[in-house]
Each structure stands twice: as structure tokens, then as C-alpha cells.
């Protein structure tokens, strides 16, 4: 099959666009003939060699770990689907991912793909509005009425953060650049900061939760708007303990988990047209070196996908 891989950990130029051998499934997992792939900064940064001490690899290694497309093999004890199901899911980043025409998936990680979207748009979904999903109501337990401010709310997670805290009934205040405040407000933002030309903490009080996508200094100056009690949830960089206690409130790291159970109510709501994904760009599979640096750069307008196989959109 036709795949991307890295032999090497390095920059955008060890992505090898090369044959390699079709997986076998084993026991529980599916063989998807890949529509398209998502790209998520988690790809670059297994790429660089940066997550080696938290992420054990073999290489060669298939990037990419957000799919859409067909089940073409069901493996033994598959009780959840069959053969031309359409699917979209995130697969285990330990493993060879979707940058490739097939990837063997453990059936839990996935879900019928939304009927409303084709497979590059539901390729877009599945990692970072899991992500989403998690912070907010999994960790954050958000709740009607609750004032949230999402940093990054133009990104691959924030963008679907935004939609999903306003479906829950939250006060929404988002953050990115002044390009983006448009995207912010068509999301449902309630109040929209540009962080390029205002401090997020002299518009933004009485927080319930914050997300952090950002980390560093944005994580150290959310402290300050939070509410006795509030919770900061980060996808980036733990959040200190000292501080949390300091400040009254609780602070989080999420870790994505690839629950199917959790793709199947994303997908409902989709369907629903609560939840949409944005595209920034769609590139071949050829292109993943391109699609690394755009992802690179840190100003993505929701997602990067890779097409995979020639399909109509
Ligand atoms: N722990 C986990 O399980 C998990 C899961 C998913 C993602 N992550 C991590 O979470 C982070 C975000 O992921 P992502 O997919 O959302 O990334 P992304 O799509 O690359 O985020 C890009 C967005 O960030 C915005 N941005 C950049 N600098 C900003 C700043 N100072 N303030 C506010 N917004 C800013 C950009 O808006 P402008 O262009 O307008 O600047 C852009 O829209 C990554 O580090 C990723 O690895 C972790």
C-alpha cells in the first residue's frame, strides 16, 4: 500500500512517501481502507523525536492517528461492525497510523462517521473534538449558565470546544489573533479577545473554566480569572499544583482517550448541525511534509486533512 512513514525522527523531510505492507488486523480491530487522515500537532511532534521519552515508537512508524473510511475486514470477537461500514475514529498513537491507503483499528476507538459529512470533513474530527469533548465535560463537568474562556478558540480543538460549551449553554469568551475574530463569532463565541492587541485578563473575569491550548504564558496569566473553585484544564502543560491550591481552584492536564462511545454522540451532533468542523486546508497524502509545516507554524484555522484516496467532494 501506499503510506507515509519516517525511518528517522527529524524535520518535515523524513515523512517518506513509499510502499509499505498492508497491516493484519488482530483480534477486536477492524481493516479501514482510509479515506482521508487529520493532522494534528501530536504527528509533528511524535515526528521530531520530541515525545520519545512519553511515547515508545518502532520504527519505520505511519504517522497520523484521525481516520475516515471503509471497513474493508472485521478481525475476531468484532461485534460493532462490518464489512463497507463508513467510519471515522482516532486510532492509538503507540501505533502505525493514517497516513496510509489502510490502518488496523481496535473497534472501541471508532464510530459510524457522521452521514452529513464526507470522509476528508469527518477525518477532521475525531482526535480534536475528543479533546474537546474531554476537557470540557469530563474534567471541566461544564455546566449551563458557566463562564468558560477558551485560548486558541480558532485552532483544531478550540474550534470544536467553542461549539461544544456553547451547545452546553455556557457564556463563551474565546481567544485568538485579530484574522480570526470573524471565525470566532460565526462559531458562537459570546465575547471574542484578539490576544494580538488586548491582555485577555483585562476582558475576561469571573471564570468558571479555562482551557488552555496555549500553555506558557497564557497558561500563567489564566490563573488570575478564574473563580474560587474554577478549574484550569490544559492540553499542553500540567498545570501547577501550588498554584492551584494558591489560587482556590482545580488545574488539569487532559490526555485525549480514543473513546468510540463518546465519536458516536459527536457524530449525532453533527448530524444535528450543532457541530461542524473547519477546514484550513485540504492537501494529498503526497503533501504531508507541506501539511507538517503549515501545522507547524501554530495558526491553523481549525484542521489540516490528507486526502488519501481520490474521492469526490
Ligand atoms: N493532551 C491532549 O490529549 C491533546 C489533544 C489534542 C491536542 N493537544 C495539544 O493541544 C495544543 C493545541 O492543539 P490544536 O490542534 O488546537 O493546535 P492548532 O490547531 O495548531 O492551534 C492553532 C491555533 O492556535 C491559535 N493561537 C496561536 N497562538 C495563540 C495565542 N497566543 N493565543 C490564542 N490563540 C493562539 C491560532 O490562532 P491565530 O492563528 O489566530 O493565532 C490557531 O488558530 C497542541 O499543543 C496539541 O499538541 C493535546
Redesign the pocket.
Known sequence: MNAIRIHRYGGPEVLQYENAPRPQVQKGEVLIHVHAAGV???DW?VRSGSLNGFIQHKLPLIPGWEVSGVVVEVGFGVSQFKEGDEVFGMSDPMRDGAYADYIAVREGALAIKPKSLHHVRAAAMP??AL?AWRSLFDLGHLQSGQRILI????????HFAVQLAKWKGAYVMA???T??QELLCKLGADEVID?TTQKFEDVAQNIDIVLD???GE?QKRSWLVLNKGGALIS??QPPSEEKAKRFGVRGM????QPIGAQLSKIAKLIDSAKLKPTIDRILPLSEARRAHEL?QN??????IVLRVKDIQL
Open positions: 494534528n500537532p501530536l511532534e482526535l480534536s479533546a485560548h486558541g478558540g480558532s485552532g483544531g480543538v478550540g481567544t485568538a489573533s484574522k480570526n490576544y491550548t496555549i500553555g497564557t492540553l499542553i492536564m487532559c490526555s485525549v501545522s501554530g495558526h491553523i484555522r481549525g484542521k
